[in-house]
């Protein structure tokens, strides 16, 4: 057992790090998409709060094997009839797209929910003491949102990090995929899927470790 484990280290290496590129970049786009929704979400006109709801509802209603064959398949449908000629999306892309499309939809609700829980109070505040409103946002109403946002963004990271996984079906050869290929070819799959148990062990020890010392960071920051 030992000695397949040492044969394929370097395959199961490879599919953490794609693994870890999918789950990143899908994370780090879906926060940014959600920390242009979230305020507008709470503070936009009616027409827009309904528009970003409406997106939430969908998403977080839908499989998101769903979304990924959507964007694989749909994507490469719309690109070839926009650029008028076969253009496919690649399964890194569609793989991060898709992650990311579901993973907005959460972060975007997380975001919401922090920033209503911030006392109005703190609004006025800050524009007693002169700021202006992107500058009462910046720097007094976003640390508390963000302290109060960070276990929920801390689950999703996991949970887009375990959704990972799903992205083998176009193709993507990640930690899992790496696993199921080296368990068929040894017949050894309980000490593959061991392994890579591990490994996901391992990346979720140490993002928790990252989160608890960001969330020490902006409790003493707000103190």
Avoid: C
Avoid at 8 to 14: A, N, T
Avoid at 15 to 24: C, D, N, Q
Avoid at 150 to 161: A, E, I
């Amino acid at each position: 057992m030992l000695d397949a484990l040492l044969q394929y280290r370097g395959q199961l290496l490879q599919g953490l790090e794609i693994t870890l590129i999918v789950g990143v970049a899908s994370f780090l786009l879906g926060f940014l998409i959600a920390a242009v929704l979230a305020p507008l979400a709470v503070y936009g006109n009616s027409i827009t709060r309904r528009i970003i709801m409406g997106y939430v509802g969908l998403i977080r209603g839908l499989p998101e094997l769903l979304v990924i064959f959507l964007v694989f398949y749909g994507g490469t449908v719309l690109l070839t009839k926009l650029v008028g000629e076969y253009v496919e999306v690649d399964a890194l892309t569609a793989g991060i797209v898709s992650l990311a499309v579901v993973a907005a939809a959460y972060l975007t609700e997380i975001l919401r929910g922090a920033l209503v829980s911030v006392s109005s109070g703190q609004w006025e505040a800050a524009l007693s003491l002169g700021f202006r409103r992107p500058r009462a946002f910046h720097l007094v109403i976003l640390p508390q949102m963000m302290a109060r946002a960070l276990p929920g963004l801390g689950n999703q990271w996991l949970v887009t990090l375990k959704e990972s996984a799903l992205v083998s079906v176009v193709g993507l050869e990640e930690l899992m995929r790496k696993s199921v290929v080296a368990a068929g070819a040894t017949h050894q799959p309980l000490a593959f899927y061991l392994a890579a148990a591990g490994l996901y062990v391992m990346v979720t020890a140490v993002s928790n470790l990252a989160f608890k010392a960001y969330e020490t960071r902006l409790t003493v920051h707000l103190r």
